[in-house]
C-alpha cells in the first residue's frame, strides 16, 4: 500500500478541501486525490464566479480558521431584493425585501470569489500536515472490504483507508463505482456567469429578477463590483455566449436596468448548464457522497455551495463522534447517521428550488399574478420573512456544531 | 491486516459458520439492532466515564493507552473494539464460546489486537487477572447471584479501578418496555430474553456494588428517543435501562 489515511477523499473542488481540512484540525489523517494539478486549480484567470456564503458557511470557515484570510475579499450581503420582471418593464409592483436589521446574527451572507476561496483553501491545505494531496490523479478502481476501501490510481498507487468521501461533482465517479445511480434532469437552462463593474455603488443588496427565461441574480462584490448569474434558455444563452464583449454587454443592459448606472465587464465570461442531479444515496458500504456529488442544485440563491458546507460539517461531525466512542468510522450504522441527518434537507431544497424555478420561469400571466401576491404576502408578514432570512442564512434545522460558531 | 494467532486453529467448517455469526454480530440492522442502537449511548457513558476517572483527554487518538481493560459478557465484541481502537490493552471474556470464536474473526479483519477468551468473570478473578476497567453491560440480569458477580467483579479490579455495570431497572414501565415492547410486539428480542424479576433497580445495584467494596460514583438513565431513532443519556429517567460506575475502594 502506498498511501494509508484515515479518511480517503476524491474531488479537490471546494468541499473535498473544507472536509479534509475539518477532518485534519480534529486529528484525522487525510488523503485527498485530486484530478486536477494544483496549478490549473490556481489559474488565477477570474471567471466571474463568485459564492454568496450563508451566515453559516461563513461559521465553518471561522472554525476552520480561514476568516480572517477570507474576510478582507468578502463583501457582506445587507439587503436581498427579490423581484418579478420582464425585460424593459422593470419591477412588479409586488416585491421581496430581506434587510439583515431582521436578525441579529448580522449581515445574512458574504460574496467570496471563487478564485480567492479556492486560493485560500488550497494554501492552508497544504500547510496541514495531516493532509497528503494526491494530484493530478484519476482514481481507476475502488474496492471495499470488511475493515477499509483501497483505491487504485491511474498510475498503479493505492490508497487505503477506513472510508472514503465522494466530493467529485454530479458525474461523481466514486458514486458510479460503487452502483449508486442518480435522478435528474436537465432544465434547457444556461447559467451565464460574469462580473461586472459600475458606476453607482451597491451598498451591499444582492438583487434577484426572475424573468420569464429564468432568474438574473445581481450579487454584490468588492468595490463598485457585482457578480451576475444570468439564466437563459440554453438555445439562447449559447449565441449570447458566443457574441462579443460589446454585444454580451448590450444584450445584458435591458435585463439589468440602471440603476447601478453605467456598466462594463469585468474579467472572463463563462456559462454552464443547468441540471438537478440527485443521488439515490448518500452512502454506501464505508462510502459518503457529499456536495454535488449528492445533490445537484439549481443554483437558485446559491444553495449549493451552502448545501456542499453543511454536508462538509455533518460528515465531519458524525466522523469525529465516532472516533471519540471508539466507533469504526467506516461502519455502516455511522455512515447512515450522516445521510439521516442531510439526506432530508438537501433533497427537500434541492426540490424547492426546482419548484421555485418551475413557477418563476414562466411567463404566464396567471402565473405570474400568482407569484406576484404570493412574494407580496411574504413581503407583507414579518415572521414569514424572517423565516425565509434564516434558512437562507443556512441557521435553520439542525446545525453542525461546526456551523454554531463552536468546536467540533 | 495482520492475522492474530488463535484463530488459526478453528477448524475450517467452524470458520465459515462464525462467519456467518460475525456477519451477524455486526450487522446494524440485522438480529444485534437493539444492541447496535443502543451502543453509541452506551460508549458514551463508558468512554466519559473512564476519561473522567483516569483524567483522560477525549480528543487525544489513543486517549485510553496504558489502561488494562475487562469486557465481561463480551459478545462479538461491539464494545471491545470501540474499547481497543481507544487505545485500551483489551480482555473480552463471554461465556459461550461462539461468541468468542466470532469476536475473534472480527477483531482480525478489523486488524485490531484483541485478547477474547471462552472464560468466566469468576474464573478470571480467581486466576488473579487485574484490571484498571471491568465492564459489564447488560450482564447482571442474567447471572444466578448477582452478590458472588460483583464480589468477583471486584476482585477483578485494582485498587482504584474502575466497574461500569448497565441493566435493566424493576418497575412497571420496564416490564411495558424491554419484556412486552421489545420483545413481544416489536420483536427486537427473542422471547424470552430476558426475565423481569431478575432485573435490578439502581438502589439495588448501588446496594450490590457497595456490599461488594465499590462506591458507586455515577449513574444514568438510556432512554430512547423515538423520533431520532437513538438512545440518549438521562440524568433523571432511570425507570428502564440505565448505567452505573464504581470505583473500588483503595483499601
Redesign the interface.
Known amino acids: 500500500m502506498d498511501i494509508r489515511a484515515d479518511v480517503l477523499i476524491v474531488g479537490g473542488g471546494l468541499n473535498g478541501p473544507a472536509l479534509a481540512l475539518a477532518l485534519a484540525q480534529?486529528?484525522f489523517t487525510v488523503a485527498l486525490v485530486d484530478r486536477l494539478a494544483h496549478e490549473t486549480r490556481l489559474d488565477p484567470g477570474f471567471d466571474g464566479r463568485a459564492y454568496a456564503l450563508a451566515l453559516a458557511s461563513r461559521r465553518l470557515f471561522e472554525a476552520l480558521g480561514l476568516w480572517p484570510v477570507l474576510a478582507p475579499e468578502s463583501q457582506p450581503i445587507l439587503d436581498i431584493h427579490v423581484t418579478d420582471g420582464r425585460p424593459g418593464e422593470g419591477a412588479a409592483p409586488w416585491f421581496l425585501h430581506f434587510d439583515h436589521a431582521e436578525i441579529e446574527e448580522g449581515p445574512m451572507g458574504h460574496m467570496l470569489e471563487d478564485r480567492h476561496l479556492r486560493r485560500v483553501l488550497l494554501a492552508t491545505m497544504q500547510a496541514e500536515p495531516g493532509i497528503a494531496q494526491i494530484a493530478p490523479a484519476e482514481v481507476v478502481v475502488q474496492e471495499v472490504g470488511?475493515?477499509g476501501v483501497t483505491l487504485t490510481l491511474g498510475d498503479g498507487r493505492r490508497l487505503e483507508g477506513r472510508v472514503l468521501v465522494g466530493a467529485d461533482g454530479r458525474g461523481s465517479g466514486t458514486a458510479a463505482r460503487a452502483g449508486i445511480a442518480r435522478t435528474g434532469w436537465d432544465y434547457g437552462q444556461t447559467g451565464l456567469v460574469c462580473a461586472v463593474e459600475h458606476e453607482l455603488p451597491h451598498g451591499g443588496c444582492a438583487h434577484q429578477f426572475f424573468m420569464p427565461a429564468g432568474p438574473l441574480a445581481i450579487l454584490p462584490l468588492k468595490g463598485n463590483r457585482s457578480s451576475i448569474v444570468w439564466t437563459e434558455r440554453s438555445a439562447l444563452a449559447a449565441e449570447v455566449s458566443a457574441m462579443s464583449d460589446a454585444d454580451y454587454l448590450a444584450t445584458l443592459r435591458p435585463r439589468f436596468g440602471d440603476f447601478l448606472g453605467a456598466i462594463r465587464l469585468a474579467g472572463a465570461r463563462s456559462s454552464y448548464p443547468l441540471s438537478l442531479s440527485i443521488a439515490h444515496s448518500f452512502v454506501a458500504p464505508r462510502l459518503a457522497l457529499l456536495g454535488d456529488a449528492a445533490h445537484g442544485v439549481h443554483p437558485i440563491a446559491g444553495q449549493g455551495l451552502n448545501l456542499g458546507l453543511r454536508d462538509v460539517a455533518a460528515l465531519a461531525e458524525v466522523l469525529l463522534e465516532a472516533?471519540?466512542?471508539?466507533?469504526?468510522i467506516g461502519?455502516?450504522?455511522v455512515l447512515?447517521r450522516y445521510q439521516?441527518w442531510r439526506r432530508w434537507d438537501a433533497v427537500s431544497l434541492a426540490l424547492g428550488m426546482d419548484a421555485v424555478n418551475r413557477l418563476f420561469s414562466n411567463d404566464n400571466p396567471l402565473l405570474r399574478a400568482v407569484r406576484d401576491l404570493g412574494l407580496g404576502a411574504v413581503n407583507a408578514l414579518p415572521g414569514v420573512r424572517r423565516r425565509f432570512i434564516r434558512e437562507a442564512a443556512g441557521l435553520s434545522g439542525d446545525v453542525p456544531r461546526l456551523m454554531q460558531g463552536r468546536g467540533p | 491486516m495482520s492475522m492474530q494467532s488463535g484463530a488459526s486453529t478453528i477448524d475450517p467448517g467452524e470458520v465459515a459458520k462464525f462467519e456467518a455469526m460475525a456477519a451477524e454480530w455486526w450487522d446494524p440492522v440485522g438480529k444485534f439492532r437493539p444492541l447496535h442502537m443502543m451502543n453509541p449511548c452506551r460508549l458514551d457513558y463508558i468512554a466519559a466515564q473512564i476519561a473522567a476517572e483516569f483524567g483522560r483527554d477525549r480528543s487525544a487518538p489513543t486517549p485510553f493507552a496504558g489502561l488494562r481493560l475487562l469486557d465481561i459478557g463480551c459478545g462479538g465484541g461491539l464494545l471491545s473494539e470501540p474499547m481497543a481502537r481507544l487505545g485500551a490493552d483489551v480482555v473480552g471474556a463471554d461465556a459461550a464460546g461462539g461468541n468468542i470464536a466470532v469476536a475473534r474473526l472480527h477483531a482480525e479483519q478489523s486488524g485490531l489486537a484483541i485478547d477474547y477468551r471462552h472464560t468466566a468473570a469468576e474464573s478470571l478473578a480467581a486466576a488473579g487477572e487485574r484490571f484498571d476497567v471491568v465492564l459489564a453491560l447488560e450482564v447482571i440480569e442474567h447471572v444466578a447471584d448477582p452478590p458472588a458477580f460483583m464480589a468477583a467483579c471486584r476482585d477483578l479490579l485494582r485498587p482504584g479501578g474502575l466497574m461500569i455495570a448497565s441493566t435493566i431497572n424493576r418497575t412497571a414501565r420496564s416490564f411495558a418496555m424491554a419484556i412486552v415492547g421489545a420483545e413481544w410486539v416489536l420483536r427486537w428480542l427473542p422471547k424470552g430474553t430476558h426475565d423481569w424479576r431478575r432485573f435490578v433497580t439502581p438502589d439495588e445495584m448501588a446496594g450490590l456494588m457497595r456490599g461488594a467494596g465499590l462506591d458507586p460514583v455515577d449513574r444514568k438513565g438510556m432512554v430512547f428517543d423515538p423520533l431520532r431513532a437513538e438512545w440518549r443519556l438521562s440524568a433523571r429517567d432511570l425507570a428502564v435501562n440505565y448505567t452505573a460506575a464504581a470505583v473500588r475502594r483503595a483499601t
Not at chain 1, 472516533?323 to 469504526?328: A, C, L
Open positions: 480534529a486529528g470488511p475493515a472516533r471519540r466512542r471508539g466507533e469504526d461502519a455502516a450504522d447512515a439521516r
